[in-house]
DNA sequence: ATTAGCACTCGAAGTTATAGAGTGCTAACA
DNA sequence: TGTTAGCACTCTATAACTTCGAGTGCTAAT
């Protein structure tokens, strides 16, 4: 059941007009459009033939036409004429990139915040997954005699650090020969494995150089358990106001919770398929997600690792300019961030 | 212009039942209340007296009464009757303190989570002004050639982090001789401090004993510049949306914008006056607030550091609820901040 | 001083009327 | 045969009108 190009040009001009006005289209206007150079009853016979193969749907008996799912898959998969990106807003998305910004979660942060602003759809962005990043350097600072603080610097800059407190009858120079240890042993394991490193490598030359490490052990076993860095960053949550279909003040609600419960635990991201991907609506395989669409993107950050780009948005979501932007963001990104990465990466020389 | 005890009663009662219902309150209404044994026609003559003094008001002709600005500032002042919070509450409110937190910004960050949730509004935080804390330890990592990390610690734990770029020729040998400067000239000074006495001590004694140190110099005093930590922790941002008066999408947009770009600017804390305080409508002198009521509180967060606690919510929140969860949290985080604040403070024997 | 009674007001909710945009179908047309 | 004009029909959105009830203020009786 091919369509005829009559019927491709209507689906497209359809949708695009939906896209815009968030109105039903009809017949009548979409005549008038030089675009279309046919009478509104032919258009209205294509469009009865574009909903009888459900392309196409209709709110009422007597409304115009609205792009059903498969109208915008159909829509996105073959009609989507890439759109040209207006100067202006190159020039913007590459306004991050002008002040040199030397830490990667900062660049994160503001590419979600330009997304948003830009499409004025809610963007999510996960930054890249750092439990591949070895452990550089541990140290450990007294504050008195009963808590330190333990730092410890990851080879891509990253640091964490978490007070502990400090057993009865620890010495400064215990601690001292505890960060020889820590670095002698530890360093170069990557963040995944830090923890059970800890045990196999330090726990008995520990408790053979220091007395009361019992307790020692466990607080900073504790505090040395860095979870993976948060790494969901939001852009333009409140952007989703400004959409027509979400005037309802209920829709926001359940929204805005999903935003905040639902989405880390989303499977936006999870496959990190290369390339730019688009979920529409039911696509998304989730309940609450049934009104919305999701275009993600990846990118690298040097290392075989990747983060992902998202923009969240109504159905009716500008596929065109948002394919484009993503696209865009996420080269630059992964430009950027090639040249912050340092040195030869995870692999390079601290390994033992 | 004393007010009689029943006008008293019965304006009580009126700010009482709208505060529970969001619905103007009639004469017939109040009538039925066991503790206003009076005839709609007196409760009406009271009501009527009550408005001519400004202390209710008519959302429309023969609609039931309102309290006004005045009238609720009446209630605060005289007629709250100080509510005893229920156990289950109290114990939600410990909560937080059960599991033995060490991170004083964990902990202020879950007070404001558990506030929202104990009133239904929306709480913010303001974490205790940290400028006056002391350097305690500075550090530098390098990562690779160009780059390194240079590390901070306060007295306080805090650790604070940046990447900067290491100039070319630049030797290890170097970096722990800068080190050193840095640490036998500048631990002790008080963060609020610190740029000018980077400066003052050691700008000199660095470009003596270190070639090349013209780059370095301004790449490492941007990293050091360490912005006062973002000291604003809200809670429950969404509460405001169940609120029955903010069920139009405009009112959302404006209070979340007022959230997100207003509230840091806003002086709802600036004066810091201990106590709790309650701000009704236009007192807070702030136009897009003029709906809203904001009470706030401080607590002490150690070494004469204070940081305060505010509820904001509609006009007609439930004050005397709120007013003893804020007095209570108020007191048990300056316990528990105590508990943890570190050994002597500033003055802790690290000054030079 | 209090209260019952009553006429009056106003908003909320429901109903009806109207206008307009859209449709499907049929018949005329190129 | 594909296209288009014409027309009856459908449905929504909006406005206009009604009804209902809760509330008021005022007056007169208690």
Redesign the interface.
Known sequence: MMLTNRQLLILQLTVDDFIESAQPVGSRQLSKKPEAPFSPATIRNEMADLEEMGYLEKTHTSSGRIPSEKGYRFYVDHLLTPEKLKTEDSIQLRSIFRDKI??TEELIRKSATILSDLTNYTSILLGPDTSLHTV??F?I?P?????A?A?I?M???R?E?????VPEGFTASDIEKMVNILNERLVGTPLAHLQRMLVQETKTVLERHIHHTGDLYSSFQRAISIEPEERLYFGGK?NM?KQPEF???EK??TF??MM?KGAPAMKFFQEGLAGIHVRIGSENNHNAMEDYSVITATYSAGDNMTGSIAIIGPKRMDYARVITLLDLMSNDLSRELARLT???GTA?GNEH
């Open positions: 030397v830490e550089k350097r140290s600072v504050l008195d005699e009963k808590t603080v730092i610097v080879d891509n800059g640091v650090n978490r007070l502990f407190t409140m106001m005037n309802d003040i926001m609600k805005f919770e905040d340092i040195g030869g390079g």
